[in-house]
């Protein structure tokens, strides 16, 4: 696999994920100051695994994933866009199997790519706001990715559109198998 993601997706695919009733004791970083998730500062796959909440869960079903705290709002918002994500690249897979690689790449860019970057800045509520900086990051991987194969779709190239649509959904299975917000 050419995927500079590929490492970390079969770290995932390797790493036991189960998911716990939310709201359960002990469960890794609930604190709630903005910009400092517990991932901050660590290795992902290190904070992945606080042995706290190793210790408190062996009995139950463990969520291996990093809990980052933000207010309702902001949760609201996230998941409105995280569902504009998905509807996106629904989209942008019709787009491609029409071979209307223009059309992909634009609605890649408005929905996903640079551009929409800091979009919910003015409300103070922006979800970015809260992240720590490795989910950050992740989160500016999938804008980069999705203006990448914006750049790539508007060439023409269809395998090379499909290859670099690809990358984006990999920024997506990367940082959901390591943070949740509930
Ligand atoms: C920066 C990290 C990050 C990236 C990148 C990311 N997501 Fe998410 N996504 C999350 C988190 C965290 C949740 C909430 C999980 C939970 O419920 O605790 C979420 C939730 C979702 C949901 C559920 C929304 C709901 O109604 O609750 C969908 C759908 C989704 N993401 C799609 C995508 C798609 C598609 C992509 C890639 C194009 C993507 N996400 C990229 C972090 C991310």
Known sequence: MKNRYAAIIFGLTIMPVSYAQPGSPGMGCQHGMPGMGCGQGMQ??????????????????TDRRLFVKMPAEAQQ?????MLIHLSTLARILGFLAEGQLNEAADIAEKQMGNSTKGKHRGTGMGPGRFMPQAMKTFGWNMHQAATDFAQIAKTG???AAYAAL??????CVTCHGVYRIR
């Open 44 to 61: 992902w796959r290190q904070g992945a695994q606080p042995a706290a909440q190793a210790q408190a869960n062996q009995s139950q079903p």
């Open 157 to 159: 190239n269809v395998k």
């Open 166 to 171: 690809q990358q984006v959904t990999a920024t």
């Open 77 to 81: 918002i996230m998941r409105q866009d």
